[in-house]
C-alpha cells in the first residue's frame, strides 16, 4: 500500500506539472495579429501609392534631366558653329585688310554717325529753307544774321523790327508755318536807332528727310 501511494503521488504531481506547461503555452500562443484591422490597411494603401507616386515623380525628373541635357549639348553645338564661323569671317576680313577688332567696332560706330551727319548736309537745302523762312518775314522787320545747328535743327534769328508787334507777327507766323515748330522769343530790346532788336529759336522740320 505505501509503494502505491508513492506512485500515486508521483504520477499527481507530473499532471500538475504537465497541466501547468500547458497552461503556460496556452497563454503565450495568442495570436494578437490575427484580426482584421481596416485603419492598418487603409494606412497601408496610402502608404504603397505614396511610393509608387515618389517613384514616378523620380522617374519624370531623370527624364527631364535627360531631355534638358540633351537641349544643353544642342545649343553648345550651335554655339561652337558659330564661334567657328565668326573665327573663318575674321580671318577672311583680315586678309581683305578690314580691322573687325573690339577697338574697331567702337570706332566704328562714331564714323557711322559722322556719315550720317555728312549726308544729312549734303542733302541740306539751303534755298528751300531761305524761301519757306521768307515766308514768315512781316515788311517791317528785317534779319540780320541766322545760325543752324544741323544736328538739333535749331535755327538762331538774330534781327530789328520797327515795334514789338512785329516781332510777335514774325513768331506767330513761325508758328503757323508747317516746316517750323516752337518758335522762341529769346530776348528784345530797343537799339540806339530806335529798332526793336530781338533773338527768335525755332525748330526746322526739313521737308522729305
Known amino acids: 500500500m505505501a509503494v502505491k501511494r508513492v506512485w500515486t503521488s508521483r504520477f499527481s504531481q507530473w499532471l500538475a ?3 501547468s506547461l ?3 503555452d496556452l497563454q503565450f500562443e495568442i495570436n494578437v495579429s490575427s484580426r482584421y484591422r481596416v485603419g492598418v490597411a487603409s494606412c497601408r494603401i496610402w502608404l504603397i501609392s505614396g511610393c509608387v507616386g515618389l517613384l514616378v ?3 519624370w525628373n531623370i527624364w527631364q534631366g535627360v531631355l534638358i541635357y540633351e537641349e544643353s549639348q544642342v545649343i553648345a553645338a550651335e554655339l561652337e558653329r558659330v564661334r567657328q564661323m565668326d573665327q573663318a569671317v575674321i580671318a577672311e576680313s583680315r586678309k581683305e585688310g578690314i580691322d573687325l577688332s573690339a577697338g574697331a567696332l567702337k570706332r566704328l560706330s562714331s564714323e557711322v554717325d559722322l556719315a ?3 549726308l544729312e548736309k549734303r542733302t541740306f537745302s539751303w534755298t528751300a529753307f531761305l524761301t519757306e ?4 518775314i512781316p515788311p517791317r522787320l528785317v534779319l540780320t544774321s541766322l545760325r543752324l545747328d544741323q544736328s538739333s535743327k535749331t ?14 507777327a ?5 508758328h503757323n508755318h508747317a516746316t517750323f515748330k516752337d518758335p522762341v522769343l529769346a530776348q528784345h530790346r530797343v537799339g540806339s536807332n530806335g529798332l526793336v532788336e530781338f533773338d527768335v529759336s525755332v525748330q526746322y522740320r526739313q521737308t522729305g528727310v
Open 116 to 118: 550720317n551727319l555728312l
Open 22 to 24: 500547458s497552461r503556460s
Open 57 to 59: 515623380s523620380v522617374a
Open 133 to 136: 523762312l521768307e515766308q514768315t
Open 17 to 19: 506539472q504537465v497541466r
Open 155 to 168: 535755327v538762331q534769328l538774330t534781327g530789328t523790327a520797327v515795334s514789338l508787334e512785329d516781332i510777335t
Open 170 to 174: 514774325f513768331t506767330v507766323g513761325l
